[in-house]
């Protein structure tokens, strides 16, 4: 198969040529989806004014000039100088029945790049809250597409392991007992112990305030003990993450841990290089660098700090370190942070700083994928009724419940097992869906209802489409017919649609890959589901009038469902048998 963009854009390029000479080889035609036509080719506006001429007669020379019989019926040219391009239906169908036989369908394998992503990014001892939704579910959407395009990618999990108050925990583990049931709490209820420290702290009771400040300056040293009662607070919570990512479905591992302590020992050479090259300079007291294109109020530089003035290091000297290897060790030529949007500026500079340092050449692409607030009905960020950050286990497990109750009415005939395991994966999917349908970048209101509902534009619905369809195919291979290969043909015009919309899936995952933005995925999909729902209800399947009809159907529908689950699966949704 090939893509219809792809295929129109290169005789377009070709009729150009021919119409207007070779100084025009490689002019983009400025391909576009219509309401009027498949597509149009808005170039003649674009190139009126070079030639001489107007919109219109540039556009009525370049159909004289365009050989696409074999792909559209006659083009034409309409409004102020746009060229309507339709594609031929037998066409399409020859497109599709291709499609059907690639196991990719359609989607290219790129030249590879390696893109390091750094998302979710927890911290050890606290719960995981639904700020870090997005930057989870975003960042494992973009990871997975990145990859199903050929791309090698480094999961980044940029945990907060280290700094002050890991003497409070590490002393209150100590106070409670290793093994104790306070100890376990790590693991199930983070917030729990990490408060309870801070009270014992606060009070100071016998002490422990003191004996937290020691076990910092321990744990920077590098004693043994201290190392090893650090390293237990991490299997703790890493145990805890895990449950959640378990929950969400995502793809990040022990293995793609890289916390803030990662680069623990390069944080004096990073500010010993950038004092040589003159990058740096001390102000009050803290190692600074000031970049002219950032600047404050008053037009002076803002600082990034990358020394702070009691000779500690903070998040500025980390992210430099942190870019450099990734960079220098792990030889990317794209990396990602997705990242929340009030960091922008301190990334921004960060990237700009490590550019002047020579750690970050101009050929590799370093890109912030901003991620926007979660928000409640009220329109503030997304808390609890005490204003506390909602916790993304309770809000997960919520999600599930309704998703179980919608179910339990609409098929109460599902035993206990398989309605609940439907119901995680719908509820989960729901919330997932939600959040990757919006820009990444926008704000978007947490509605459950909305969420696990079976109609709009949600992740039940795409899912009941996928079930619907395998429900088509179970009833017919129980009725006998398994129409596995041939060819898939046109004879009604929502065959037609829905055979336009398969084809576009390849530039769709592409364009998520370039763009970062799994939305549009999302939105082709919603558009899949409902262009198939048209083709179901105007094209009888099982009750075509004749089998070689009854055939092609079949065979559009199992094409429909392998564009709807892998393109689900990119976006880490699953695509329930049953529903």
């Given amino acids: 198969m090939v893509s219809p963009a792809d295929v129109l854009t290169e005789r377009l390029q070709r009729a150009l040529v021919a119409a207007f000479g070779g100084e025009y080889a490689g002019t983009d035609p400025v391909l576009r989806p219509s309401q009027f036509a498949d597509f149009q080719a808005n170039v003649a506006l674009a190139l009126a004014k070079r030639l001489g001429s107007n919109p219109r007669a540039v556009a009525t020379t370049l159909v004289e000039h365009l050989d696409v019989a074999d792909v559209c019926v006659a083009p034409e040219v309409s409004g102020p100088g746009f060229v309507n391009l339709t594609l031929r239906g037998d066409w399409l169908a020859t497109q599709a029945t291709g499609q059907a036989a690639d196991p990719r369908l359609g989607v290219p394998v790129q030249q590879p790049q390696l893109v390091p992503i750094d998302y979710s990014a927890p911290n050890v001892a606290k719960e995981m809250h639904v700020g870090h939704l997005r930057t989870t579910v975003v960042g494992d959407a973009l990871a997975r597409t990145l990859e199903h395009l050929g791309h090698r990618v480094v999961r980044q999990n940029h945990i907060g392991d280290w700094g002050t108050p890991f003497g409070m925990l590490i002393e209150h583990l100590l106070d409670v007992g290793e093994d104790s049931e306070a100890a376990k709490l790590l693991a199930s209820d983070p917030n729990a112990f990490y408060q309870a420290a801070r009270a014992e702290f606060d009070a100071d009771t016998d002490g422990f305030a003191d004996r937290a400040r020691r076990r910092v300056v321990a744990l920077q040293a590098g004693d043994p003990d201290t190392l090893r009662l650090w390293q237990e607070l991490i299997d703790l919570s890493t145990a805890y993450f895990n449950s959640i990512y378990d929950l969400l479905d995502v793809t990040l591992t022990d293995a793609d841990l890289a916390g803030e302590s990662t680069y623990n020992a390069e944080l004096a050479q990073i500010c010993d290089e950038l004092e040589a090259a003159g990058l740096a300079t001390v102000s009050d007291g803290a190692l600074c660098v000031f970049l002219e294109e950032f600047t404050g109020r008053e037009g002076k530089p803002v600082p990034l700090i990358v020394r702070k003035s009691d000779g500690g290091y903070g998040y500025g000297t980390t992210d ?203 939105g082709y999909l919603f558009d899949l589901a409902q262009r198939f729902t048209t083709f179901y209800d105007q094209c009888p399947v099982l009750k075509a009038p004749e089998p070689a009809v009854r055939d092609a159907r079949l065979r559009l529908c199992g094409l429909t469902l392998r564009v709807l689950e892998q393109g689900l699966g990119l976006l880490g949704i699953a695509a329930p048998e049953r529903m």
């Fill in 320 to 522: 430099l370190a942190t870019i450099r290897h990734r960079v220098r060790d792990l030889h990317a030529d794209r990396v990602l942070y997705v990242v929340g949007a009030p960091q922008h500026l301190h990334l921004q500079m960060v990237f700009a700083a490590a550019r002047k340092a020579g750690w970050l050449p101009d050929d590799v692409e370093v890109v912030h994928v901003q991620i926007g607030n979660v928000l409640g009905a009220d329109g503030k960020i997304l808390k609890t009724r005490s204003g506390a950050p909602l916790r993304l286990r309770a809000l997960l497990e919520e999600a599930v419940e309704r998703a179980a109750a919608v179910l339990e009415e609409a098929r109460p005939e599902l035993s206990p097992e398989e309605r609940g395991r439907i119901a995680r994966q719908v509820g989960i999917g729901a919330v997932k869906y939600a959040d990757l349908s919006v820009a990444h970048d926008s704000e978007y209101t947490f509605d459950l209802d909305r969420m696990v509902s079976l109609t709009g534009n949600t992740g039940p619905y795409l899912q009941y489409a996928a079930a619907r369809i395998r429900s088509i195919l179970r009833r017919a291979e129980e009725g006998g017919v398994s129409p596995v290969n041939g060819p898939i043909v046109q004879t009604e015009d929502a065959e037609r649609d829905l055979m336009l919309a398969l084809l576009g899936f390849g530039d769709v995952v592409a364009g998520v890959g370039a763009a970062l933005e799994p939305h549009r995925l999302c």
